[in-house]
């Protein structure tokens, strides 16, 4: 890491799906709108408007949850095409500011503005501009917050949301940082703050105030994270990148929920099969091949199994992928145990080294021309115009999620 | 099904007392090994059966896919059945001294191992668990010379698939007829073809065609480097193979399914040929593949006029070429292969110059022996994508 001052801004789309729906439906503005089904469904909230926030309800509860506690709430499909194409614009809107963008998900980004000056103007004039533009651009509001690092800018932009901009300059991190809850630290979960309580720490201020070897002792390695990260540093795992440095994706997953759970095989193969393609088009879409698929296996009890294969090769067709995580899933699967979760994951992406195999290379040919007509009918057609018979009956809508559990500061429900 | 020869229900179980010389009950034990299941859920599969009778020992071993049995001279005092963990009696006869050593069989299955000083009683298992085995054929026995299927299975078994999903890829596909004898085998990405004709098959009418997994196959040829015995016996029913190697006797369970049309993916026009030195080629190889990517193991072949460059890289490691002269005056080819599967070839083929045979980056390539030997050896590779 550069040892100057870095100037890092962290861009968080207010209520992205919620606002996203608004452009299509302004009946909806000012209203609590809960987005990613309807009230009588299973499957979980993808986000919430702030009115319906105020009701307690946020992304990841079920969505009947939902409706008991906002029964006035209005309920809405997700429609992560639309939020992907609102994305896209978005991200073109940050790359004109500083070529080192990073998107942690759909609707957030880092950028690491160091050294723009000449350009932009100091930050928060700067921060004035880009909120302009992304709303010029986008018809979509905006939250910004500045820092020396990414957990600075993280935690501001939550604290400047809805549509604000707040600045921390450097040198005053801890004293910004102090007054707040430990759990307001991104990478701090129920778990990690459970354990803080117990030591009598609350607010980060307290947290600045262990020595780094004690809370090594208490917390390992991640202790010695923690305490860097309540003086406003970028510390542990994925914090410590540089923006922008390892953009690549290093896994590509689709899951679904059943409304109701499922004990029949034909109809978890046949959502496996559509788990697999949608995984397969992603895969030909970002111009990857994958050599490890995961199997995820929920139970009605909520147990849950995950079974991964690696293949000698990598491959991005949709029959191959199946072949691996059909096998994995009757390999596993207790069977006539009824399902609540399948889901299907790629990884080890790796270069197309691909040994070519004289019994499979013309059946495989096929399926590669196949599959490349199947997509190009998607561009022009939607998502579901064509599907692979066996996929047919696994149809179910694709939910998106604003906040991926996966990602930092993203453990918890989003308090603004 | 009992065993055959000597076990036959005359046979009392409960009791057995043989000497043995351990020179030979060594031997006997080494040569079964193999066979022994290491890892296995089912106990007695650990065990060696012991039956005694006449003058002879008779060992069995067998992991359900394979078993073998052999047999050795004792002098029998009560002839009876009995088992013995396999790999702990093989370790402990090790290190006993060169004497006779007395087997009996006491209580419970408990069997006396005595050997001058030396006095071990090892706990066995009931001889009625060990799985019954199946019969010697009388009819239909094929009489194959032992160094020409230890040849063939030099030059073939390592091209054998180590996959659950393409099963019948599992095994060589051996082919008989009255005056020849063919193996093949593939795993897709390759395909060892070899012929051997001018011999005497008798007994076999037309074509014999029989799949040998891969475990028989490497089985046979260590029991073939084991012994002088020129002549195998090969029969086969409806669900086991059988290969008597003098008083050895293997037999394995068949592979069933369909082997591939493999005579679809023989090469027919690769017209850029050069020829080389094996040794030449598998030393630059194995020189430049120790910097290709590590999982597939992928060299680049460009083929130039009056050369054979050969190159690897890997973001890990970095970069490395190599080449070789050749009388080549064609369109240039530039061509990947997983350097593995070629030297795998150069091995099994031996010294002597090869001949390359390509016809494009996408086609299957065709490696060979430049001078025609007695096997008539062929192997096709299929490129990588680079």
Same mark, same amino acid.
């Given at each position: 890491?550069?040892?100057?001052?870095?100037?890092?801004?962290?861009?968080?789309?207010?209520?992205?799906?919620?606002?996203?729906?608004?452009?299509?439906?302004?009946?909806?503005?000012?209203?609590?709108?809960?987005?990613?089904?309807?009230?009588?469904?299973?499957?979980?909230?993808?986000?919430?408007?702030?009115?319906?926030?105020?009701?307690?309800?946020?992304?990841?509860?079920?969505?009947?949850?939902?409706?008991?506690?906002?029964?006035?709430?209005?309920? &809405?499909?997700?429609?992560?095409?639309?939020?992907?194409?609102?994305?896209?614009?978005?991200?073109?809107?940050?790359?004109?500011?500083?070529?080192?963008?990073?998107?942690?998900?759909?609707?957030?980004?880092?950028?690491?503005?160091?050294? !723009?000056?000449?350009?932009?103007?100091?930050?928060?004039?700067?921060?004035?501009?880009?909120?302009?533009?992304?709303?010029?651009?986008?018809?979509?509001?905006?939250?910004?917050?500045?820092?020396?690092?990414?957990?600075?800018?993280?935690?501001?932009?939550?604290?400047?949301?809805?549509?604000?901009?707040?600045?921390?300059?450097?040198?005053?991190?801890?004293?910004?940082?102090?007054?707040?809850? &430990?759990?307001?630290?991104?990478?701090?979960?129920? &778990?990690?703050?459970?354990?803080?309580?117990?030591?009598?720490?609350?607010?980060?201020?307290?947290?600045?105030?262990?020595?780094?070897?004690?809370?090594?002792?208490?917390?390992?390695?991640?202790? &010695?994270?923690?305490?860097?990260?309540?003086?406003?540093?970028?510390?542990?795992?994925?914090?410590?990148?540089?923006?922008?440095?390892?953009?690549?994706?290093?896994?590509?997953?689709?899951?679904?929920?059943?409304?109701?759970?499922?004990?029949?095989?034909?109809?978890?193969?046949?959502?496996?099969?559509?788990?697999?393609?949608?995984?397969?088009?992603?895969?030909?879409?970002?111009?990857?091949?994958?050599?490890?698929?995961?199997?995820? %296996?929920?139970?009605?009890?909520? !147990? !849950?199994?995950?079974?991964?294969?690696?293949?000698?090769?990598?491959?991005?067709?949709?029959?191959?992928?199946?072949?691996?995580?059909?096998?994995?899933?009757?390999?596993?699967?207790?069977?006539?145990?009824?399902?609540?979760?399948?889901?299907?994951?790629?990884?080890?992406?790796?270069?197309?080294?691909?040994? %070519?195999?004289?019994?499979?290379?013309?059946?495989?040919?096929?399926?590669?021309?196949?599959?490349?007509?199947?997509?190009?009918?998607?561009?022009?057609?939607?998502?579901?115009?064509?599907?692979?018979?066996?996929?047919?009956?696994?149809?179910?809508?694709?939910? !998106?999620?604003?906040?991926?559990?996966?990602?930092?500061?993203?453990?918890?429900?989003?308090?603004? | 099904?009992?065993?055959?020869?000597?076990?036959?229900?005359?046979?009392?179980?409960?009791?057995?007392?043989?000497?043995?010389?351990?020179?030979?009950?060594?031997?006997?034990?080494?040569?079964?090994?193999?066979?022994?299941? $290491?890892?296995?859920?089912?106990?007695?599969?650990?065990?060696?059966?012991?039956?005694?009778?006449?003058? =002879?020992?008779?060992?069995?071993?067998?992991?359900?896919?394979?078993?073998? $049995?052999?047999?050795?001279?004792?002098?029998?005092? $009560?002839?009876?059945?009995?088992?013995?963990?396999?790999?702990?009696?093989?370790?402990?006869?090790?290190?006993?001294?060169?004497?006779?050593?007395?087997?009996?069989?006491?209580?419970?299955?408990?069997?006396?191992?005595?050997?001058?000083?030396?006095?071990?009683?090892?706990?066995?298992?009931?001889?009625?668990?060990?799985?019954?085995?199946?019969?010697?054929?009388?009819?239909? @026995?094929?009489?194959?010379?032992?160094? @020409?299927?230890?040849?063939?299975?030099? =030059?073939?078994?390592?091209?054998?698939?180590?996959?659950? #999903?393409?099963?019948?890829?599992?095994?060589?596909?051996?082919?008989?007829?009255?005056?020849?004898?063919?193996?093949?085998?593939?795993?897709?990405?390759?395909?060892?073809?070899?012929?051997?004709?001018?011999?005497?098959?008798?007994?076999?009418?037309?074509?014999?065609?029989?799949?040998?997994?891969?475990?028989?196959?490497?089985?046979?040829?260590?029991?073939?480097?084991?012994?002088?015995?020129?002549?195998?016996?090969?029969?086969?029913?409806?669900?086991?193979?059988?290969?008597?190697?003098?008083? $050895?006797?293997?037999?394995?369970?068949?592979?069933?399914?369909?082997?591939?049309?493999?005579?679809?993916?023989?090469?027919?026009?690769?017209?850029?040929?050069?020829?080389?030195?094996?040794?030449?080629?598998?030393?630059?190889?194995?020189?430049?593949?120790?910097?290709?990517?590590?999982?597939? =193991?992928? @060299?680049?072949?460009?083929?130039?006029?009056?050369?054979?460059?050969?190159?690897?890289? #890997?973001?890990?490691?970095?970069?490395?070429?190599?080449?070789?002269?050749?009388?080549?005056?064609?369109?240039?080819?530039? @061509?990947?292969?997983?350097?593995?599967?070629?030297?795998?070839?150069?091995?099994?083929?031996?010294?002597?110059?090869?001949?390359?045979?390509?016809?494009?980056?996408?086609?299957?390539?065709?490696?060979?022996?430049?001078?025609?030997?007695?096997?008539?050896?062929?192997?096709?590779?299929?490129?990588?994508?680079?």
């Amino acid at each position: 890491m550069s040892t100057l001052p870095r100037t890092v801004f962290h861009v968080d789309m207010d209520a992205f799906f919620v606002s996203v729906e608004e452009l299509f439906d302004p009946s909806l503005k000012g209203k609590a709108v809960v987005v990613g089904g309807q009230r009588h469904e299973r499957g979980v909230v993808s986000a919430a408007s702030y009115e319906a926030r105020q009701f307690g309800v946020h992304s990841a509860m079920p969505l009947r949850t939902a409706a008991k506690l906002c029964p006035q709430a209005i309920f &809405v499909d997700g429609h992560p095409d639309r939020y992907r194409a609102c994305s896209e614009k978005a991200h073109k809107v940050l790359t004109s500011f500083s070529p080192q963008v990073e998107m942690v998900s759909i609707d957030e980004a880092y950028l690491d503005m160091t050294g !723009t000056e000449r350009l932009h103007g100091p930050p928060l004039l700067a921060a004035h501009k880009l909120h302009n533009r992304m709303k010029a651009e986008t018809d979509l509001n905006c939250s910004i917050g500045i820092g020396a690092s990414r957990l600075i800018a993280k935690v501001c932009s939550g604290k400047a949301k809805p549509n604000g901009v707040l600045y921390v300059i450097a040198g005053r991190e801890a004293r910004f940082l102090a007054p707040l809850d &430990v759990r307001e630290i991104p990478g701090v979960g129920k &778990v990690t703050e459970q354990k803080l309580h117990s030591l009598g720490i609350r607010k980060v201020g307290d947290l600045a105030k262990f020595d780094d070897a004690d809370l090594e002792h208490q917390f390992g390695k991640w202790g &010695v994270a923690l305490a860097g990260k309540a003086r406003g540093e970028d510390a542990g795992a994925w914090f410590e990148g540089e923006i922008g440095a390892d953009e690549a994706a290093k896994s590509i997953s689709h899951e679904h929920t059943y409304d109701q759970d499922t004990a029949n095989v034909a109809q978890l193969e046949s959502t496996l099969m559509r788990l697999c393609e949608m995984v397969g088009r992603r895969l030909r879409e970002n111009q990857l091949h994958a050599r490890t698929f995961q199997l995820k %296996l929920r139970y009605k009890d909520f !147990t !849950t199994i995950t079974r991964a294969h690696s293949l000698d090769a990598p491959t991005q067709l949709d029959n191959e992928i199946f072949q691996q995580i059909h096998r994995l899933f009757h390999l596993n699967w207790r069977k006539g145990s009824e399902v609540r979760l399948l889901g299907v994951q790629a990884s080890s992406f790796g270069e197309s080294f691909a040994q %070519l195999d004289f019994l499979e290379d013309h059946a495989r040919g096929k399926w590669e021309h196949a599959l490349s007509a199947v997509d190009r009918l998607r561009d022009k057609f939607g998502e579901t115009s064509i599907t692979l018979a066996t996929g047919m009956k696994g149809g179910f809508r694709e939910r !998106t999620h604003e906040n991926p559990a996966a990602l930092p500061g993203k453990s918890k429900p989003s308090p603004s | 099904m009992p065993v055959e020869a000597i076990a036959s229900s005359a046979i009392g179980t409960s009791t057995m007392e043989i000497t043995i010389s351990k020179f030979e009950l060594l031997r006997e034990l080494a040569a079964t090994q193999g066979v022994v299941e $290491r890892k296995t859920t089912i106990p007695i599969l650990s065990n060696y059966l012991f039956e005694a009778g006449g003058d =002879r020992l008779s060992l069995t071993a067998t992991d359900l896919d394979l078993s073998l $049995r052999t047999s050795c001279n004792a002098k029998v005092k $009560r002839e009876g059945a009995c088992t013995i963990p396999a790999r702990k009696l093989h370790d402990y006869v090790k290190l006993l001294p060169d004497a006779d050593i007395t087997i009996k069989l006491l209580e419970n299955h408990w069997v006396s191992i005595r050997c001058g000083r030396s006095n071990t009683k090892m706990v066995g298992m009931a001889r009625s668990n060990f799985p019954s085995l199946p019969v010697f054929p009388t009819a239909n @026995v094929v009489k194959i010379p032992a160094q @020409v299927l230890r040849g063939m299975i030099a =030059r073939t078994s390592f091209a054998i698939a180590n996959e659950e #999903s393409r099963y019948t890829l599992n095994g060589a596909l051996m082919v008989l007829k009255p005056e020849s004898i063919t193996m093949v085998a593939t795993d897709g990405h390759r395909l060892a073809h070899v012929e051997r004709s001018n011999e005497k098959f008798e007994g076999v009418s037309g074509e014999l065609k029989t799949l040998v997994p891969k475990k028989a196959m490497d089985e046979l040829r260590s029991l073939v480097d084991s012994t002088d015995v020129e002549t195998i016996e090969f029969a086969k029913d409806d669900s086991t193979l059988f290969f008597r190697i003098g008083q $050895r006797l293997l037999t394995s369970r068949q592979l069933t399914g369909q082997f591939p049309n493999f005579e679809a993916v023989l090469p027919k026009d690769n017209t850029r040929i050069i020829s080389l030195h094996g040794e030449d080629l598998g030393a630059a190889i194995a020189r430049v593949a120790q910097f290709a990517d590590e999982r597939s =193991r992928a @060299v680049r072949l460009k083929l130039e006029k009056g050369e054979l460059k050969l190159s690897a890289s #890997s973001t890990e490691t970095g970069e490395s070429e190599d080449s070789i002269e050749v009388d080549y005056n064609g369109e240039p080819l530039t @061509v990947g292969f997983n350097a593995q599967y070629i030297i795998d070839f150069l091995k099994a083929a031996g010294a002597g110059d090869v001949r390359l045979e390509l016809k494009d980056s996408q086609s299957a390539g065709q490696l060979r022996p430049a001078e025609s030997e007695d096997y008539k050896y062929r192997y096709i590779v299929m490129p990588m994508r680079i």
